[in-house]
């Protein structure tokens, strides 16, 4: 196995090694291949055939930094069917509801994904 060196914020770390041994992990490394498998996943189950497909977003990021978050999904407007942004505990919470090109869902995920510091769950319908 490759060894690997990944910063992160020491509250994040702390909520995930309480959230891996909660779930019986055995090792950190354990959970962080866990975690990369399920990442890997999310990615794969976003067919890239173009077919249509629909799906909910949720983005949440802290709303104390700047995010580009609204841009990348304006630059999606034809696939955007619906969005809402709210704030709770001090984050900016996005729930976005996409219906269109598979390959262009997977294309604003893929951009959303890569921003720092910015959570997102997908859910296919």
């Given at each position: 196995?490759?060894?690997?060196?990944?910063?992160?914020?020491?509250?994040?770390?702390?909520?995930?090694?309480?959230?891996?041994?909660?779930?019986?992990?055995?090792?950190?490394?354990?959970?962080?291949r866990d975690a990369i498998r399920g990442f890997i996943s999310t990615k794969k189950c976003i067919p890239d055939s173009?077919?249509?497909i629909s799906c909910i977003v949720t983005i949440i990021y802290s709303d104390k930094k700047k995010h580009h978050v609204h841009d990348i999904v304006h630059n999606y407007s034809d696939v955007v069917h619906s969005s809402m942004h709210t704030h709770v505990n001090g984050q900016c919470v996005?729930?976005?509801?996409?219906?269109?090109?598979?390959?262009?869902?997977?294309?604003?995920?893929?951009?959303?994904?890569?921003?720092?510091?910015?959570?997102?769950?997908l859910s296919i319908l």
């Open positions: 196995m490759v060894v690997i060196s990944v910063s992160i914020p020491e509250e994040e770390l702390q909520e995930f090694d309480s959230a891996s041994k909660d779930a019986g992990f055995s090792s950190r490394s354990d959970a962080i173009g077919e249509n996005e729930q976005i509801v996409l219906d269109g090109s598979s390959s262009e869902i997977k294309e604003l995920f893929c951009h959303l994904s890569a921003q720092k510091d910015v959570r997102i769950n």
